[in-house]
């Protein structure tokens, strides 16, 4: 059985200290994202002196909610290199974090169901083997080689004609990835601050010196924002704007059921992914609603046309009961990619945008994050990613581009 | 789903109808004179409220016409559906529209008003919809 792979239930992995009054810098969002770069501000730059603030429970944003795809096949180089980047930590960090969490390197395939999915796959296969990043094209013998319960026959609406495939690619368990780099910030003496919600900020001049929030003003001489879907929102108490549009995304599982699906599949076209946890739940998402949303819940629509597209894949899925569905806010830009980097307000520096794809991204966002907060400069990584992009046209357009949106 | 009440065919499912973004985003009065700051705000930039926010929805597989909605985005509740081209029902609307929007945002032709902050009647301003659609309003 798959589920004797899973760890004992931690015990309590950090502590629980009340805020102080100064910090050399805060970080706002305790998901994976804030926990990263805590712990890389701590490890890389000798910065322990740092908050984590939640205003709800560690990880319970996104990072408790999204399917926990990981992957690094994007299209352009800019991207192809901070996901990559972003791989090759995850290879690398449960030995490093001292933590298992499961990173299961299964592969995932995006399917190609159009003789235009089928270039732009093939396209992507040789920019992906052109930036180091594995990659493979797939016939439909071969897609069904590898996952025997896909339906590739010819007479459905829109035939499996091929996939891209990326071995390295894989999932994780992202409760477990939170905890681990949880338990090394706490080890390292960040103070992770759960139930205490930024509600402004203090400045002097154009620079922030403190942040405002329901458990008191603290005092700091930096400020990181990893809020994901609230992130406008903070910019906004802060003086500035994102480009940013905040959509629910959802996701469900099915009950458990024995080992079929032994990969990961992702279908752009008819717009499904489904992978099956470590525990034996089909997992699978879908596209945002398309209106702006902080409700963390989405329409049944969108769960019914992912559900006709899963089993016209995967016939076997069509006595499969759903368990659970639930939703996520996700923070999209208009080239689908993040942004990463400095704001106009000084001191203060923003990470966001990653959209319905940042849990691939954790560990490099974390990295080039820390880098740029402790140096005030971006990281080689994610300086593509800055704010300026949107003025000066340099976009990263991943959009379709980069096979599903995850 | 939302159940959508389009000003000219009644309560719809929300699959019948296309998200159209922020309503009363004026196009540039004088596009030329635009520096690229400006540009990024125009093209890139759209509000992204917590609460209740003016957008823009088609009735695409009914009357096809436009019409703008102000919708909580928290509790998804529809406040209030209006015509293009009326200013927006309640009179809190954000402060920073009426720098830029004018009331010929909605028709992309040039104008000078600044949209009323007037609360208006929602039942009014059901009756004559200019509902030609913007350009480009196609997402
Ligand atoms: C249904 C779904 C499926 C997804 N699937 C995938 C996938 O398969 N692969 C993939 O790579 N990505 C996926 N994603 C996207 C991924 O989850 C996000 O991009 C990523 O989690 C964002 O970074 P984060 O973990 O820090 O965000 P979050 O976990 O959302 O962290 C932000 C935190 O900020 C906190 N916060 C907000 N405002 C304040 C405030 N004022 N004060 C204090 N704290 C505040 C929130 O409570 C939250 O905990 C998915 C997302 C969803 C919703
Ligand atoms: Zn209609």
Same mark, same amino acid.
């Given at each position: ?242 480009? +940013?549009?905040?959509?629910? *995304?959802? $996701? ?6 024995? #080992? @079929?699906?032994?990969?990961? /599949? ?62 996520? +806010?996700?923070?999209?830009? *208009?080239? $689908? ?6 704001? #106009? @307000?000084?001191?203060?520096? /923003? ?56 | ?139």
């Amino acid at each position: 059985m798959m589920g004797d792979q899973l760890p004992e239930h931690p015990d309590f992995l950090w502590r629980n200290p009340e805020p102080k009054s100064s910090y050399d810098a805060v970080i706002v969002g305790g998901g994976g994202h804030g926990l990263a770069t805590a712990y890389f501000l701590a490890k890389n730059h000798g910065m322990t002196n740092i908050a984590i603030l939640e205003k709800g429970w560690l990880a319970g944003g996104n990072m408790a909610r999204n399917t926990t795809i990981i992957r690094s096949n994007y299209l352009w180089d800019e991207s192809a290199a901070i996901y990559e980047h972003a791989l090759k930590l995850w290879e690398v960090l449960p030995e490093e974090l001292e933590y298992d969490f499961l990173f299961s390197q299964r592969g995932v395939m995006n399917l190609a169901h159009t003789l235009g999915d089928v270039r732009e796959s093939m396209r992507r296969v040789g920019a992906n083997k052109l930036n180091g990043v594995d990659a493979e094209w797939l016939d439909p013998q071969q897609v069904k080689e590898l996952c025997p319960i896909l339906n590739i026959n010819d007479n459905i609406r829109y035939p499996v004609m091929g996939a891209t495939y990326q071995p390295r690619a894989g999932i994780a368990k992202h409760d477990h990835v939170a905890w681990a780099f949880a338990r090394k910030c706490d080890e390292l003496g960040v103070d992770i601050i759960q139930n205490c919600e930024v509600t402004g900020f203090v400045k002097d001049g154009n620079r922030v010196t403190g942040v405002k929030t329901n458990r008191g003003t603290i005092n700091t001489e930096k400020v990181g924002l990893c809020a994901a879907g609230h992130s406008s929102v903070l910019a906004e108490m802060a003086g500035f704007r994102l480009p +940013i549009q905040s959509h629910p *995304l959802q $996701a469900l599982v099915s009950e458990l059921h024995e #080992p @079929v699906h032994p990969t990961v /599949v992702m279908s752009n076209h008819v717009h499904v992914y489904v992978s099956q946890a470590h525990k034996g739940e089909l997992v699978m998402g879908a596209g945002v609603d398309s209106y702006n949303g902080y409700g963390q819940r989405g329409s049944f629509h969108v769960i019914e046309h992912q559900m006709a597209a899963a089993v016209e894949l995967f016939p076997i899925f069509a006595r499969a009961h759903v368990l659970r569905t639930w939703g996520g +806010i996700v923070d999209t830009t *208009l080239d $689908a990619s993040p942004i990463v980097g400095t704001t #106009p @307000v000084d001191n203060m520096f /923003v990470n966001c945008g990653w959209g319905t794809g940042g849990f691939k991204g954790t560990p490099a966002a974390g990295l080039t994050f820390a880098h740029t907060i402790a140096t005030g400069t971006p990281h080689e990584l994610n300086k593509p990613f800055a704010l300026e992009r949107f003025e000066t046209g340099a976009l990263i357009d991943e959009h379709g581009a980069a096979a599903v949106a995850h | 789903m939302l159940l959508i009440s389009c000003p000219n065919c009644g309560s719809r499912d929300e699959t019948e109808f296309h998200y159209g973004g922020q309503a009363h985003v004026a196009y540039p009065e004088n596009p030329n004179e635009l520096n690229d700051r400006e540009w990024a705000e125009f093209l890139f930039y759209r509000d992204n409220t917590k609460g209740a926010f003016a957008e823009r929805w088609l009735h695409s597989t009914g009357c096809r016409q436009w019409f703008n909605m102000l919708r909580d985005t928290v509790s998804y509740e529809i406040q209030a559906i209006y015509p293009m081209g009326a200013p927006r029902p309640d009179a809190a609307a954000p402060a920073r529209e009426s720098g830029t929007a004018s009331l010929a945002a909605d028709s992309t032709t040039t104008g000078t008003a600044a949209p009323s902050t007037a609360t208006t009647s929602i039942a009014a301003s059901t009756s004559s919809a200019s509902t030609t659609a913007p350009e480009g309003a196609t997402k």
